[in-house]
Structures are given as C-alpha cells and as structure tokens.
C-alpha cells in the first residue's frame, strides 16, 4: 500500500487511476534500468520514488506513443558500453570459428626444445614450425608442396 506520497497527491496528476498506475510503471521500470533519479532519494523503494517524482511534476504524461531518452546513471552506461562491445567482439569470433585454429595460435615450444636448440644452433623458427607442425595432424607433406607450387603458379600469372 503506498503510503508516502498520498493517493490524493497523485491522483490530480494523471486522467484516470489507470493512467496514473501505467505513469508510475512506466517510470520505476526507467528506474530499475538505471535512469537518474529527478528527486533526492529519499526511499531504496523505487515505485515511490517514481510517485515522489510524479508529485513533484518531474514526471509528466503525454498522451499517444512516445519513446523517450531516459538518461542514465554513468556506472550503468558504462557497465551497458563495456557489455556490449564484449558482445561484439565475441559475435566477430563466433562467425569464422574455422578460420582462427588457437593451438596454432597458443603454439609456444617447451623451454627443454628451446635450449636444446640453442646449444645445437636451430633457429627458435624452426622450433616453433615443429610445434605447429605436430598440432595439425591434416597436414602432410603432399598438400604442403601442393600449396607452395600453386603459390608459384599465381605468382608468375601476376606477373
């Protein structure tokens, strides 16, 4: 039961006790999404700080279908900015997963390879091609040869 401010304070405000409650919803659902508060804070209870606004006139109906900017508090847009860049780059990895292969990427020799290959004087190059290599058992040597001989055929067509 609303208690603060009175029925009778808010009943002027608004045409009908249903445009009234539909007011007072519209506004505490801009509340709970994070809009400013127009009036000091007086209660954490968010449907009567929308009737506090109502009262005071910071709050007014219009009638037909309006979409309104709510402004909102900054820790919230911030936090909705950071969401939804996050949302972006995830939707920008989900779209070519077969193209981006993270072993090939994370592909990093042990210590022991690499310091067995300092002391025999291998490039850390070769090294790591070995890993790569290993990680991606489709890949034999035909197919290797295969792609470095179209390679050359592009190139001299370019040319």
Known sequence: MLVQPPIEELLPKAESRYTLAMLVAKRTRQLVDGAQPMV????PNLVTLAC?????????????????TVPLRPEI???RRLAKELAESQAALDAFPDLIDMRVLNAVPDEAEEEDAIEDGIALDEITDEVISDDIADVNDEDIKDLISLDGAETEDAE
Request: cysteine-free; hydrophobic content about 40%; charged content about 25%.
């Open 40 to 43: 000091a804070e007086t209660t």
């Open 52 to 68: 506090e606004e109502i009262v005071a006139g910071k709050v007014v109906g219009i009638q037909g279908i309006h979409n309104p």
């Open 77 to 79: 847009e911030e936090a």
